[in-house]
């Protein structure tokens, strides 16, 4: 980890997780349950409830996993508490919390200069080509101060240039 002040940080809080994770888990629960207990007719509908109630706990656990860690900005970059870089301050052209953006619950989106890889912390963030979006299970009370931060530190850069 590099020496630059730590700013602001983006994190779950147990009840959201709980309640995020909790929902998965009982979805996938409910379709094997369903699978099982009440068999369709068709072979094929008891193979994919079965299949769909596996991806959902799958999932509920990458969330618990994700939601587990925090993001963490500073005056360079967002990054993930694992050490993960979600986006440099010098590539983010963007911050949208409109209504209307293609966001998660409670959070925004950031639009990179340069496509950066694909990347995914379900309830946390997501990375595609030039998007961001960060929420999910966060509080609003946590991401738009944080949003606020970014879009000050990019007038910030615009000035320095």
Known sequence: MNDTQELAR????????????????LLGGLLLYLAVAEPPQA???????????????WFAMRMWEATG????????ALTDSDGTL???LDNIEKVDRSTFAMKPSNGFLILLGTPDG????????WRMGRRIAIGGVTSGAVTKPVADVIAALLVQQGDED
């Open 10 to 25: 983006i994190g779950a809080t147990a009840p959201r997780r709980v309640i995020g994770v909790g929902a998965m888990a």
């Open 43 to 57: 072979m094929f509908w008891q193979v994919f409830l079965i299949a769909l109630g596996g991806f959902a706990l």
């Open 69 to 76: 860690h925090t993001l963490i900005l500073t005056e360079d």
């Open 118 to 125: 694909a990347a995914w912390r379900p309830g946390l963030w």
């Open 86 to 88: 979600v986006a440099r």
